[in-house]
């Protein structure tokens, strides 16, 4: 975990150095090895680089810096916004405030200069987190003053990350042949304020984006009068981190190694999950029969024997709940629908209207469930959030229904399925991405696939004989409805908990 942290930070301080832009126009002097810093990074020449830059010295000094203080509140503040976790920040403390960074200097070293001649991060990295992302997306914005004293010069630096400015100063010295970069100031408070300015940038960057695309209706041919339209609600590309920490309490081992995701490209989600009367719209236009009615039963509530079980006749049109009111309105989200019905709406819809609606990746499921959150729910740690932004099992529910499960510690006002959208929506705009139904996902399931899904776009795993399901329901515990948790089953697996919602790739 050193390692990694240490390995991101250097990285990071570099690009206050390496990072391009700003115009030069002196020769032999401190702006002209500057200049030739860039060109080294920009022609990956690492040698040239090391010509230019102490390296090892950086390292070190960086070291002895960071020992100093980083606080609690900020560590709070990045809230996984812009890719920079807590943990991390803490991680920094522990590892310079330590003896680790004796053994790791060459190893970090040598992790830079590959950087630099790759542009890419070298696999040195045991736990996701890196900053290595960010250090890309510094520039040097201006040079406002230098100043030489003898064989040392004073350069300050306006830094640029996501729009955001945030000063730096470097030291050099005159090597006789040329300048070299020495030392970093202030490398603990310089670090800070920058992550600090990419988190705000990012934040800036989607509020932006989103007031530019509202949201957009779909017009379904045949809905019921007065049903909520079909809507979608923008998101924007992104990174965050994927999974849950090794700390989260009640975490399964397939939500692990937490890992960094990029969302290359913005979508539209449903802003809530599908409906009877949208699923309605489906079924009249195109005669389709779900995998239920072809087999004539599903699993759902027996109310000879007063239990769970496979029951005969259940399907979307009468999902059979303990009570017989609940579910069916046309605004609830609908039930007893198997992976391939939902595909199948998904092709229907693709073929009405032109564009190209499927369901969400798993990635892009759970990066537009935490809407830039990194806490256990997207509203935060505490379970008692849950029923201001959530309808889940709540405790004093326990026992009903026949489900002795521990629920949540609030009321929500909801035994079953609540219609959607009647709490209040994450950061992004959607509604019920935690709860109501649980959510059918694209992908392929397996449980390992965390420790080797690509960073760009994940689309899961080639092949499997299950499928993922995300976000938990209203009959089901804590546990199940963290942003992280992962579930599974085969395509043709219908429950009253079940349900989906659509993605449209622009
Ligand atoms: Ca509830
Ligand atoms: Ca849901």
């Not at 935490?370 to 326990?398: F, H, I, L």
Request: aromatic share 10%.
């Amino acid at each position: 975990m050193r390692k990694v942290v240490v390995f991101s930070a250097v990285l990071l301080l570099l690009a206050l150095i390496v990072a391009g832009g700003g115009s030069w126009y002196y020769l032999s002097s401190p702006q002209y090895s500057l200049l030739k810093v860039k060109s080294a990074v920009d022609q990956c020449d690492a040698a040239a680089f090391e010509k230019y830059v102490d390296l090892e010295g950086i390292i070190r000094r960086a070291g002895n810096q960071l020992s100093g203080q980083w606080s609690a509140s900020f560590a709070k503040e990045m809230g996984g916004l812009g890719g920079i976790e807590p943990e991390m920040v803490n991680g920094l403390v522990a590892a310079f405030g330590s003896a680790m960074i004796e053994p790791t200097v060459k190893q970090i070293r040598e992790a830079v200069l590959s950087f630099i001649e790759t542009g890419r991060s070298v696999p040195i990295q045991t736990l996701p987190g890196d900053a290595v992302d960010i250090a890309g997306e510094i520039t040097i914005a201006a040079m406002p003053r230098i100043e030489r004293k003898g064989k040392m010069a004073t350069i300050d630096l306006e830094l640029s990350t996501r729009g955001e400015i945030v000063r730096a100063r470097l030291f050099m010295r005159n090597l006789g042949t040329h300048w070299q970069i020495a030392e970093i100031d202030q490398v603990p408070q310089t670090a800070q304020a920058l992550l600090t300015a990419y988190a705000v940038g990012e934040r800036k960057r989607i509020a932006e984006e989103k007031k530019n695309h509202p949201d957009a209706t779909v017009d379904l041919p045949g809905q019921a009068q007065g049903a909520k339209p079909l809507t979608l609600t923008y998101v924007p590309s992104g990174k965050f981190m994927m999974g849950s920490p090794d700390s989260e309490e009640n975490r399964g081992e397939n939500e692990g190694p937490r890992h960094r995701v990029h969302i290359t490209q913005p979508f539209w989600m449903g802003k809530y999950e599908i409906t009877n009367a949208q699923f309605e719209a489906f079924v009249k236009d195109s005669n389709y029969q779900t995998t239920a009615e072809k087999a004539g039963e599903s699993f759902g509530w027996d109310p000879q024997k007063q239990s769970w079980g496979v029951v005969k006749g259940l399907s979307w049109k009468s999902p059979g709940f303990p009570d017989p009111a609940e579910g069916k309105g046309l605004d609830q989200p609908v039930v007893l629908v198997t992976w391939d019905d939902a595909k199948a709406y998904c092709d229907w819809l693709s073929q009405k209207t032109g564009e190209k609606f499927s369901l969400p990746t798993e990635a892009q499921w759970e990066y537009a469930c935490r809407a830039g959150s990194s806490t256990m729910y997207p509203w935060g740690d505490e379970p008692n959030g849950a029923c201001r932004y959530a309808n889940v099992w709540n405790q004093e529910n326990k026992g009903k229904w026949g489900f002795n499960g521990d629920g949540f510690p609030c009321s929500d006002d909801y035994l079953g399925p609540a219609p959607v959208g009647r709490f209040q929506p994450n950061a992004f705009g959607l509604h019920d991405m935690i709860g109501n139904v649980w959510e059918w996902c694209a992908d392929y399931y397996d449980a390992t696939y965390y420790t080797q899904s690509p960073k760009e776009d994940p689309t899961g795993p080639p092949a499997s004989n299950l499928r993922v399901l995300r976000g938990g329901a209203w009959r089901l515990i804590p546990l199940a409805c963290r942003s992280a948790h992962r579930f599974d089953y085969p395509p043709d697996f219908r429950d009253l908990n079940g349900g989906f919602r659509i993605v449209r790739t622009p």
